[in-house]
């Protein structure tokens, strides 16, 4: 997969998706994310590339041009145009089943607005597609960029290990991921689970299965409306939730 990232602030990207699992997968050339500065398209003395908003108000804006014609370079040898996303806190709020969608596109463009934002013109332009990482204000799109490649790129195909490592993940399926626990066996007087002790796969499958059923019903029971449950799990989170409104009559 290509990643471009317009940006002004290249290096707070580079510094971050250049380590660990996602900079691994660069280095063996699954993954290739090229930066491009904003800048480097401004086309006056002092390479500005904001100016004051028209109407008045606050802050700068970013400016159509050097936007346009970074983007230009950027897909200049590509066959067809890419989907572009605009990081924005008025975009369609981020999450894994976008990611998993995301992961399957060959070349995506992120823009990174700062200041005020960007000159609405260009936006219109690239036919970007608004994604937030969430109902709250940054000061720039690099962090949420930074946010949605990380979960967009694990989910390419050789950046993990293998699919499990991602599949059975918190919200891969709809559910919350069962609880993990490594050595030592016994911790301030708490034991991990004896059923992950067992060596009997089948026994520890049905565990977690439960676990996690159990933990998205706890923490974040909306999730349960969208996720994947045979009839015989329905039930059960039925009497579950029964024993529980039980319990406060
Ligand atoms: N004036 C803009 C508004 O009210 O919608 C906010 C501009 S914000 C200070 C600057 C940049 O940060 C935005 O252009 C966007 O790229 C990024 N940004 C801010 N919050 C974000 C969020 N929740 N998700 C994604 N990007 C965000």
Redesign the pocket.
Known sequence: MRIDCLTLFPQMLQSVLEESIIGRAVKNEILDIRYTNIRDFAENKHNRIDDSPYGGGMGMVMQAEPIYRAFCEVTKDASAKPRVI??????RVFNQAIAKELSTEEHLVFL???????DERVLEALEVEE????D??????EI?AMAVIDAVARLVPGVLPSEEAYSEESLYNGLLEYPQYTRPPVFMGKEVPEVLLSGHHEKIEKWRREQSILRTLKKRPELLLEAELTEAEYDWVESLMKEDNDGFN
């Open positions: 605009y990081l924005s806190p008025q975009g990174c607005g700062h200041y005020e934002g960007v994604l937030s990482i969430g709250y204000v940054l000061t720039g799109g949420a």
